[in-house]
């Protein structure tokens, strides 16, 4: 394969995360509404997609090492092309749930697979690199895809956004079908086995180095998730703002991510991998700190929400390439198990983050706002603490 054909199956496969949450944004508080049930209740279709996304993680990582990432990803592809025709059908909320659940469990292989992918082609600076374009193209789903989905709230309902899902899906896989050749030249066969995969993740788990970037990687997700589980809540139902413009907004917050990444890979060209996340955490941390500080000044307006939604993204677009960059390569023989092992973690971050959020949600911007401001708080102080490890393995 040419390193383009790499670079845009990697934006591919990551494309199918922001989309699976981002698409139907707008379509959360009209769930709501039809379902006739609270916020809360609605959270689940999120809270459950992150759920399946991070267990599954920790099998389809190690089943690439086993079986190679080709025929895991057409598998992974293949289900989530399902799932998505089955939420387009769901009859109530309970299926809807689980079906995202089904959802979730294709869309982490494809992730799992693009992070893998870059370890198996690259050394892990170019992998950064690579890593860092392919979150510029990948910035594309975000930044389209909450336009997209408020007009097809508006248009079609929310089962509009699942259709599209399907569709997307059905594109990326013939693509993978046709040009993705494996890369995985080493297969490994103890990669399933039992025993040998508690090994495999106690060891990975047991590194420092892997904490160093995974913990604020993972933290640094959470901090956008909490503007994925309740920017359409507080902009909405809070500020009123209308649904086909709901996209928009969110939009421009997201294309933060698109300049994060941008910077991202000016920093890495000049300062490292190392040095580069300690500048996207402290980002965070001024992010959330002012989203908390302008709320308890009483400034409540949606360029409020919107604007520390940026900064929130634009330090996520630095943090989160450096993070599965330097979490996976020290483990070149298990970079499937590395992958999925930090995105087990990441997920389960935001899952204890989006529950909070619909669960404090109060219909005013204070609960998103202090929850905003911890999780900054929390990035940059594992950042600071853990950052002698990172600047360790980097010397090294």
Not at 347 to 358: F, K, P, R, S
Request: charged share 10%; glycine share 10%.
């Amino acid at each position: 394969m040419s390193p383009t054909t790499i670079l845009w199956l990697i934006a591919g496969c990551l494309m199918l995360q922001p989309l699976s949450t981002d698409l139907y944004l707008a379509s959360l508080p009209h769930l709501g509404k039809d379902f006739n049930v609270s916020p809360a209740a609605v959270q689940q279709t999120l809270s459950f997609f992150v759920i399946g996304f991070g267990v599954a993680q920790l099998l389809s990582g190690p089943l690439s090492d086993r079986f190679g990432r080709r025929p895991v990803l057409l598998w992974g592809l293949g289900i989530y092309g399902l799932a998505s025709l089955a939420c387009a059908l769901t009859p109530n909320l309970n299926w809807l749930i689980a079906a995202r659940f089904v959802q979730a469990v294709g869309c982490c292989t494809a992730a799992v697979v693009a992070r893998a992918l870059i370890r198996d082609a690259f050394t892990p600076t170019e992998g950064a690199k690579v890593l860092t374009k392919a979150s510029s193209l990948l910035a594309l789903a975000p930044l389209i895809g909450p336009v997209l989905g408020s007009y097809l709230q508006v248009g079609f309902g929310w089962r509009a956004a699942f259709v599209f899902h399907t569709v997307f899906c059905v594109i990326l896989g013939v693509a993978a079908w046709r040009y993705f050749k494996e890369t995985n030249l080493h297969l490994n066969l103890e990669a399933v086995r039992l025993r040998s995969l508690i090994t495999t993740y106690r060891r990975i788990a047991s590194a420092d180095f892997f904490w160093a970037y995974t913990l604020p990687g993972a933290l640094s997700y959470a901090a956008i998730f909490t503007f994925i589980s309740g920017s359409a809540f507080v902009l909405i139902e809070v500020l009123a703002v209308p649904t086909e413009y709901y996209g928009y907004c969110f939009s421009f917050g997201v294309s933060g991510y698109l300049i994060g990444t941008l910077v991202c890979r000016w920093l890495l060209t000049r300062i490292g991998l190392a040095r580069a996340m300690t500048i996207g955490t402290t980002l965070s941390l001024f992010a959330g700190l002012l989203f908390a500080g302008l709320i308890l000044a009483g400034v409540h307006h949606w360029t409020v929400v919107v604007g520390c939604l940026f900064l929130t993204m634009g330090a996520h677009g630095i943090n989160f390439p450096c993070a599965q960059t330097g979490a996976i390569a020290p483990f070149p023989r298990e970079a499937g198990a590395a992958a999925g092992l930090m995105g087990f973690i990441t997920m389960v971050v935001a899952l204890v983050t989006g529950t909070w959020v619909g669960m404090s949600h109060d219909g005013t911007l204070l609960p998103l706002a202090l929850t905003s401001a911890t999780i900054g708080i929390l990035l940059f102080g594992s950042g600071w603490a853990l950052r002698h490890h990172r600047h360790t393995h980097a010397a090294g």
